[in-house]
């Protein structure tokens, strides 16, 4: 009932346990009972559509995967960590191969082609370790714009999260997607990307989810995200 987002994991198991769920018109309390699109579900008497049609996925990328369906060089790609999944999905934008964080996959095109386009202006947030220590005025040049490939990035969120001997931990908010856009500016403010992970997604946080781990969105997230749109 999750997977077809009638209710969230924990409601589903409510519901189950007082006797609301029926399988082909027998009321199921088992949990865990396995149903295909075959069988007939019923919640309080009316059926559970399988939406098999639109699947959303968060993926935490770890470092080292390529965000393509298949590579050409034979690396490992994200959709080496999402198997068992019956429909076709695809990323939803891209993470750098040395990039970790929060990945959607879906094959839902409409959301995936609004996710990506400019004009939505979807927040993404990274947590950048950089070299150096940036100054103020470095912060606010990446804050208000930076030259990167013959064009002024938009303005972006820049705070300091930690100060290491000879590094910086940034928290940098954009909303465009450019390629390479964070490694990029930071590189143009003299202070070249060590490590960079995304935490957020538009209304989408990573979490607890650890890396090389995925779930499915709950329903609650797809609503927040399509109505974001
Ligand atoms: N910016 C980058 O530089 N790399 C990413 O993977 C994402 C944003």
């Known amino acids: 009932m999750a997977y077809c987002g009638v209710a969230s994991r924990r409601k589903a198991e409510e519901y189950i346990r007082s006797g609301m769920v029926k399988v082909n018109g027998v009321v199921v309390t088992k ?40 590579d050409p060089q034979g690396r490992k790609t994200v959709m080496d960590l999402v198997q068992g999944i019956n429909e076709r999905v695809y990323p939803v934008g891209r993470l750098d191969y040395d990039t970790s964080g929060l990945l959607l996959l879906t094959n839902d095109g409409e959301l995936a082609y609004k996710m990506t386009h400019p004009s939505y202006e979807i927040l993404k947030v990274y947590v950048a370790t950089v070299e150096g220590h940036p100054s103020q005025e470095t912060i606010r040049s990446l804050e208000s714009g930076i030259r990167i490939d013959g064009y002024v990035t938009a303005p972006a969120g820049v705070k300091v999260i930690e100060k290491y001997k000879d590094r910086t931990k940034l928290e940098i908010t954009i909303h465009e997607g450019r390629n390479r856009q964070v490694r990029k500016m930071c590189e143009a403010a003299g202070h070249p990307v060590i490590m960079l992970k995304r935490i957020k997604l538009g209304c989408l946080s990573l979490n607890g989810l650890k890396s090389g781990q995925w779930r499915f969105l709950t329903q609650r997230e797809i609503k927040k995200l399509k109505g974001m749109m």
């Not at 069988?39 to 699947?55: H, S, T, Y």
């Not at 959303?56 to 080292?64: A, F, N, S, T, V």
């Open 31 to 70: 949990m865990g009972t396995i149903v295909t699109e075959a069988d007939n579900v019923e919640l309080n008497g009316k059926p559970v559509r399988i939406e098999k049609n639109k699947i959303y996925i968060m993926l935490h990328k770890p470092r080292e995967y390529v965000t393509t369906v298949r």
